[in-house]
């Protein structure tokens, strides 16, 4: 999806109940289930500057963390002394 | 954990299970324990225990549950009882403590930010881990969870053993901090102010 695009004369420029609505589009970025939230979801991207600005930099910042975190590798004797344990208090 | 065995695994079963359902998730613990602590010793302390505590408490385990809730909840659990306690860091404030004292579900999503979409998507791992890594562990754990693990919204009120409600006003104060963090990297990047770059 394209985020550089300017403010579209369609959006309105405020929402009227940005906590509701804010709420609603970040349960939607984190996968919850919500009945219609697809329908709903691309209505207010449709109509509203700040719920589709807020949605864009939420999903970035879901994408950044999932995507570039840096990752630990697992110490190669740790699953073994774990299994020594277990087997040595059988 | 429960005391309560409601029923008793074979020996082959429970390897069964230790093997198929447990040890794959040791790299996400590893990370998770690591996030928590910074330490590669404390990170390795802390998962061998949780696999120790989940083999003695196997028979707690419901087949077909997810396995990787259920250990994250013990490794969790044995985070704060066992490692905080015995840690040198100075007491820090519980942060559920503030929040239960605060109404949780009341959340000021009213603050905007001016942080732009193409500065987040050009930041650095390092940038992204060091931001994570700054914040209290409470809300450290809540994006770690949810962003770098998957876990739905009641999963992690099972692992944190706290209602969906203040999950969910967890998080959003926990990516509003995040946000700040990221803003302040923005700055020194060139991404302060509207004035565009020369590309």
Redesign the interface.
């Known amino acids: 999806m394209d985020?550089?695009s300017t403010p579209s004369g369609d959006r309105k420029l405020s929402c009227s109940d940005?906590?509701k609505c804010?709420?609603l589009l970040?349960?939607i970025l984190?996968?919850?289930n919500l009945p219609n939230s697809k329908e709903m979801l691309n209505e207010k991207l449709a109509k509203c500057e700040?719920c589709f600005k807020h949605f864009?930099?939420?999903q970035?910042?879901?994408?950044?963390?999932?995507t570039?975190?840096?990752?630990?590798a697992?110490?190669s004797e740790?699953?073994a002394?774990?299994r020594e344990?277990?087997q040595d208090r059988k | 954990m429960s005391e309560v065995q409601r029923k008793k695994y074979s020996e082959q079963e429970k390897s069964k299970i230790?093997d198929q359902e447990f040890?794959p998730n040791?790299?996400s613990m590893?990370?998770f324990a690591?996030r928590l602590t910074f330490d590669?010793d404390d990170?390795?302390d802390l998962?061998?225990d949780t696999?120790?505590k989940a083999?003695r408490f196997i028979n707690s385990f419901e087949q077909g549950t997810n396995a990787k809730a259920w250990l994250f909840r013990i490794l969790k659990n044995s985070f704060i009882n066992d490692y905080r306690k015995k840690s040198k860091q100075p007491a820090k404030i519980d942060y559920q403590e503030v929040e239960t004292y605060y109404n949780s579900d009341d959340?000021d999503?009213?603050s905007?930010?001016d942080?732009?979409?193409?500065a987040?998507?050009d930041?650095?791992?390092?940038e992204?881990?060091n931001a994570?890594n700054s914040l209290a562990v409470d809300f450290r754990t809540v994006?770690i969870l949810?962003?770098?693990e998957?876990f739905?919204?009641e999963e992690m009120a099972k692992i944190l053993d706290i209602p969906i409600g203040t999950v969910?006003s967890r998080?959003?104060r926990a990516?509003n901090l995040?946000?700040d963090k990221?803003r302040s990297y923005a700055s020194t990047m060139g991404y302060g102010n509207d004035e565009e770059e020369g590309s």
Do not use: W
Not at chain 1, 60 to 66: E, G
Not at chain 2, 115 to 118: E, F
Not at chain 2, 123 to 126: E, F, I, P, R
């Open positions: 985020d550089n940005v906590s804010f709420q970040e349960s984190d996968g919850e700040p864009h930099l939420e970035a910042i879901r994408d950044v963390l999932k570039k975190c840096t990752k630990q697992v110490p740790l699953e002394s774990i344990i277990i | 230790f040890m040791i790299d590893y990370n690591y590669e990170a390795k998962v061998q696999y120790l083999f959340v999503y009213t905007t930010t942080l732009r979409v193409d987040v998507k930041m650095l791992g390092d992204i881990s994570l994006i949810c962003d770098l998957g739905t919204y969910r998080l959003h990516r995040l946000k990221l």
